[in-house]
């Protein structure tokens, strides 16, 4: 079964740097779109970041400049580099693979991770 796990979650002060991963297996991973999601608590999932099988990138406006998303084909893994990070970038960050071209909404996506877990001190 297709299983998607992330890491690289944790506390970092406001105008650091976090480096997320999702390891994906049980999926032929150059066949999906690769998004990342958040949630903050007592706010509705939001999309982040997709990555497209082209590779090509598309990115939420509250995080356009300071986060990049992008993917290893080889090892089956897609990152998400968090810089300059605010305390309202706190959420649990979640991976999911799509089949869609360029999916931006939750409904779009197959498979999602656990979440792992963001917090921004200021």
């Known amino acids: 079964q297709v299983q998607l796990v992330e890491s690289g979650g944790g506390l970092v002060q406001a105008g650091g740097s976090l480096r997320l991963s999702c390891a994906a297996s049980g999926l032929t991973f150059s066949s999906y779109a690769m998004g990342w999601f958040r949630q903050a608590p007592g706010k509705e999932r939001e999309f982040v970041a997709v990555?497209?099988?082209?590779?090509?990138?598309y990115y939420a406006v509250s995080v356009k400049g300071r986060f990049t998303i992008s993917r290893d084909t080889a090892k089956n893994t897609v990152y998400l580099q968090m810089n300059s990070l605010k305390p309202e970038d706190t959420a649990v960050y979640y991976c999911?693979?799509?089949?869609?071209?360029?999916?931006?909404?939750?409904?779009?996506?197959?498979?999602w991770g656990q979440g792992t877990q963001v917090t921004v001190s200021s």
């Open positions: 999911a693979a799509s089949s869609s071209l360029v999916p931006t909404r939750g409904y779009e996506y197959d498979n």
């Open positions: 990555i497209k099988r082209s590779s090509s990138t």
